[in-house]
């Protein structure tokens, strides 16, 4: 947990520092100026801004009234467990069967469930993925993920900006994307440089003895899998590596942008052995 947040603070630390080199190497003091800038918006972006716009693209919100899935006790009783503070809980609307948590220390956690997931799975099963989501939070992992996501993020949005003046763009009916395809795999170097398949390995198996059962994560896991295939969702760009399986499922053709481990390497450190 220590040196998830070691890493993300180095990591922040070291962006800041390469604005302001770049910036003074490119335009000398007023590049310097500049970087300077850059990197204080950045800074005051993710910690005042950064988990609100997290959510509000995935279009997850709290979730308020009845828990006819008994969500709460749920997490409390998790919470508990791992004695760490209770996350907010968000539901977003969509078919897809899909979880996610963002974990920011200096603002409330939050864990979220697609109304899909809920739909399909039953209560053991639910409850193993939100437990798997908690001990991202608790082991600082969502953190790590969140930061990477957001200043991935902005690059493809700075892309996009480009793109809206793209000479073309003017004249033809279909856009074309070439800042955003350019800069896509800038992005996900950032969240290839900090995001491990250890991280998803430690993280199951911590959650695995948390409910005490390998072989019922296992098979969820292998499910969510399943139907992320049959039912994948398009996520904002950056974003699908902060879901417990991705979401993208098939939509997700190029092999460089996957970001989470093989599913079945999952299961196979789970239980020994795949297919289930």
Known sequence: MKSNSTKVWLF???????????????AGRFGLFVGLILA???????FFYGENRLLEKLGAQRWKGQDPWG???LLVKTCNNLMIKQPMLCVFEHPSAAAFSIGLPWGRSSVAF??????????????????????????????LFGISSLLANSIVGFGDFLDQFWIPNFFFQKKQ?????????????IIKSVVRNRVYFEN????????????RLAEVLWRLDALSENNPRTVPACTSHLFIINPEG????????????????RIKRLIGYYPI
């Open 12 to 26: 922040i630390l070291i962006t800041s520092i390469a604005l302001l080199v770049l910036g003074h190497q490119f």
């Open 40 to 46: 204080l918006s950045m800074n005051f972006f993710l």
């Open 71 to 73: 969500l709460n006790p």
């Open 114 to 143: 697609s109304t899909g997931l809920l739909k399909k799975l039953t209560p053991p099963e639910v409850e193993a993925i939100l437990v798997h989501q908690v001990c991202h939070i608790q082991r600082l992992d969502s953190f």
């Open 177 to 189: 994307k070439i800042f955003r395809t350019l800069l896509s795999p800038f992005g996900w170097l």
């Open 204 to 215: 199951d198996l911590l959650a695995a003895e948390i409910i005490q059962d390998r072989r």
């Open 250 to 265: 098939l939509l997700q053709k190029n092999l460089f942008l996957k970001s989470h481990p093989p599913t079945s390497e």
